[in-house]
Structure formats: structure tokens, C-alpha cells
């Protein structure tokens, strides 16, 4: 079933998760479906566990990495630079839509990002220590702007894979984290 | 009519875009509405024009501004610093889910993009003949870059709105501008 459900979100992001489009990855019926989710909202609220469960299976690199070291690679690990994590941006980038029409999925939207930040800080508190940022430097500040740019550089990427290849997606946070220094 | 897409459009983005919900909009029947759109796709290419039309008319602060300046005031016009803007941001980004689910419409999508690009781009080279950015600078990564922090403080400010008050997101650009020279 989150075979199916990973599948159809991977496809057709969210925007394209009904039941009868899990049915038909799983050559079931509509009827046969609504047993395990009685209503679009419970199918929805399984395939945010379902696409938070295959984040955490992707790879994390460089995961011994300090400071501004640590934040790029932690910044790396955000960006369509494999198809896998191609298929992950696609999938969360079209769950905005859904999130920004109803309260409680903002809401979720909001933690997820808060959580992020929350995995970004240790290195720009370690950068701030190592004196590799200005002294004085506000670590919400830093973070924010450093999430700001990885969501930004994964949008354009993914509208425009010819113009942002992997290795101008990884120069890009090169060039920003320099100039953080 | 446009009025009454681009209200639905503001209440429940793309995703919630149907006959159904403009006929409701208009008091109208969703019968009488297909003949104005034969089909879903005609009426997401008028809604896209009336997207358009709608950022269009959103007044351009500080046009006169050049270099850095002008790239600062560039990157605050996109931002959700104000209602108009805001329902602006959430209609995009609520865009990105059918985009990325159809070719053309991701074409669409590359095209907008590579044209906002260009708005920021004769800014960025004012600031390089200026001498605001290190000579030899690459201009494209230098415009992708900034495009990609306003889009990533835009996703963020949307989703929580009391971590990133207007106040915040512009102190968050001029940290960004401060950065780049």
C-alpha cells in the first residue's frame, strides 16, 4: 500500500492523490480502498508519513562535517542532484499547493520547515564558534537565509534541469557559503 | 469572469481551481461556464493570463534604484510584504503542483522563471560596471542566486508568517545584498 501510495505522489505529486489513482497503481478497486482510508484526508495524512518515511531513507553525505563544511552539505543533501532526490522535491514542492489551502497542512508545513532549520543550526553555531562567520552573526538569521537559498536553487532546478545541471546546483551553494565567510 | 477566476484562485490556488468552484464564484451554472472553457485546460490557460495580468498591476517600488539597490528592490517587490503580494506568492507557488505534473505547463513554469531572471539581471550587471560585486563575478550565478533567496524566503513566509514578518524578510534580503558586495 505506501508502495502505491509513493508511487502515485512520485508520478503525480500531490495534487494527483486521489483513490482511484492508488487503485489503479495497485490494480484494486475504489471501494476496496476506502476500507484503509474512509476519506481523502486520512489518504493524504498517510502519504505525509509515507514521503517523510522515504526522505529519511536517502543518503546523507558528509555527515562528519563541521561548521560551514557541515551546513553545505547539509544544504547538498536538499538538492535534485540525484533522480531520487529529484522525485522528493517534486513530491514536497507539490504538496505547497495542498499545504497552503487548508490550516492544519500549513501548519504541518510550517513544523517540517522549523525542522529543518532545526538540522541547518548545529553547523551554523559550529561556523559561529570556528570563526568562520562574523562575530556577532545572528544564527536564526543565517539559517533561514541558508534554507532560503537551497529551496530556491531546488525550484529553479526543477523547472529548468537544463539550465541548473548538478554541478552548477552544487556551484551555486559553493558560491553562497563563500560569501557567507 | 477574470474576477471571478482570480478570486478562486486567491481563496483555493490552482489546486482548487474547477468549473465548479468558478461557476459558484460567478452564480452561475458550471453547464453555462463550458462554453466560455470546453475543457480544465482552457480554463488553467485563462487563469495563468489572469495570474499575469494580476502581478502585473502590483506597484513596482523604487524603480529608479540601480545596481545592488536595485537588485534589493527587485527581490522585495516578489516578497509577501504586503495582502496583494501575499495572495500573489500563494498562487504561484500553489501553481508549482500542476506544473511539475505536465510538460507544457513546466515549460511554462522554466519560461516565467527565465523571464523574472532577466528583470534581475540588468541590476546585477549595473552592480558589477559599479564595482558593488567582485570583478569577474558570473553574472547568471549571481542572478540565480539572488532569485533563489527571494524564492526561498518567500516559501518560508508563507508558511509562517509569524517566524517571518515583513520586517524580518527585508532585514533577511539586506543581509543577502550585504553579503554579495
Given at each position: 500500500?505506501?508502495?502505491?501510495?509513493?508511487?502515485?505522489?512520485?508520478?503525480?505529486?500531490?495534487g494527483?492523490l486521489?483513490?482511484r489513482?492508488?487503485?489503479?497503481?495497485?490494480?484494486?478497486t475504489?471501494?476496496?480502498?476506502?476500507?484503509?482510508?474512509p476519506?481523502?484526508?486520512e489518504?493524504?495524512?498517510?502519504?505525509?508519513?509515507?514521503?517523510q518515511?522515504?526522505?529519511?531513507?536517502?543518503?546523507?553525505p558528509d555527515?562528519?562535517?563541521?561548521?560551514?563544511?557541515?551546513l553545505?552539505?547539509?544544504?547538498?543533501?536538499v538538492l535534485?542532484?540525484?533522480?531520487?532526490?529529484?522525485?522528493?522535491?517534486?513530491?514536497?514542492?507539490?504538496?505547497w499547493?495542498a499545504?497552503?489551502?487548508?490550516?492544519?497542512?500549513?501548519?504541518?508545513?510550517a513544523?517540517?520547515y522549523e525542522?529543518?532549520?532545526?538540522?541547518l543550526?548545529?553547523?551554523?553555531?559550529?561556523?559561529?564558534?570556528?570563526?568562520?562567520?562574523?562575530?556577532?552573526?545572528?544564527?536564526?538569521d543565517?539559517?533561514?537565509?541558508a534554507?532560503?537559498?537551497?529551496?530556491?536553487?531546488?525550484?529553479?532546478?526543477?523547472?529548468?534541469?537544463?539550465?541548473?545541471?548538478?554541478?552548477?546546483?552544487?556551484?551555486?551553494?559553493?558560491?553562497?557559503?563563500?560569501?557567507l565567510?
Amino acid at each position: 500500500m505506501s508502495r502505491a501510495v509513493w508511487q502515485v505522489l512520485a508520478d503525480k505529486g500531490f495534487g494527483g492523490l486521489t483513490l482511484r489513482a492508488v487503485a489503479a497503481e495497485l490494480g484494486s478497486t475504489t471501494g476496496l480502498l476506502t476500507h484503509y482510508f474512509p476519506s481523502k484526508r486520512e489518504l493524504l495524512r498517510h502519504a505525509l508519513d509515507v514521503a517523510q518515511e522515504q526522505g529519511e531513507r536517502l543518503a546523507r553525505p558528509d555527515a562528519g562535517a563541521e561548521g560551514l563544511a557541515g551546513l553545505r552539505a547539509a544544504l547538498l543533501f536538499v538538492l535534485p542532484l540525484t533522480p531520487e532526490a529529484t522525485v522528493m522535491n517534486r513530491v514536497w514542492v507539490s504538496f505547497w499547493d495542498a499545504a497552503l489551502g487548508d490550516p492544519e497542512l500549513t501548519a504541518y508545513e510550517a513544523r517540517r520547515y522549523e525542522r529543518w532549520r532545526g538540522l541547518l543550526r548545529p553547523h551554523v553555531e559550529a561556523a559561529l564558534r570556528r570563526g568562520e562567520l562574523a562575530a556577532g552573526s545572528d544564527v536564526d538569521d543565517v539559517v533561514a537565509g541558508a534554507a532560503a537559498f537551497g529551496h530556491g536553487v531546488v525550484t529553479q532546478a526543477l523547472f529548468d534541469p537544463d539550465r541548473f545541471p548538478p554541478e552548477r546546483q552544487v556551484a551555486l551553494v559553493d558560491q553562497y557559503i563563500a560569501a557567507l565567510r
